[in-house]
């Protein structure tokens, strides 16, 4: 299994940027994908973007696309979130996610960080 620990998460205000760091541990070669999700209050959680682990190609939600950017460093074993022009509804905790044995299946997740942007 992989272990995730994430960093990053703080305060903002509107049209300001974060960015949101994913260290793994542990079986790291094993992965194929990983991802960054979020749970608003009251809400469930959502996925947010992704990023193969070998070739790097990466997906995002509509409503991130244009503001945020997913990025890996191999060697690190880190995953990046680069969260730009943010806005009041980005406010969640922002969970990494590690896909392992099949592609469409997050098995190990990380303690998730806060993000709050204020208005």
């Known amino acids: 299994q992989v272990q995730l620990v994430e960093s990053g998460g703080g305060l903002v205000q509107a049209g300001g940027s974060l960015r949101l760091s994913c260290a793994a541990s542990?079986?790291?070669?094993?992965?194929?994908?990983m991802a960054w999700f979020r749970q608003a209050p009251g809400k469930e959680r959502e996925f947010v973007a992704r990023?193969?682990?070998?070739?790097?190609?990466?997906y995002y939600t509509d409503s991130v696309k244009g503001r945020f950017t997913i990025s890996r460093d191999v060697a690190k074993n880190t995953v990046s979130l680069q969260m730009n022009s943010l806005k009041p509804e980005d406010t969640a905790v922002y969970y990494c996610?590690?896909?392992?044995?099949?592609?469409?299946?997050?098995?190990?997740w990380g303690q998730g960080t806060q993000v709050t942007v204020s208005s």
């Open positions: 990023i193969t682990w070998s070739g790097g190609s990466t």
């Open positions: 542990g079986r790291t070669f094993s992965t194929l994908r």
């Open positions: 996610a590690a896909a392992t044995i099949r592609a469409t299946l997050y098995d190990s």
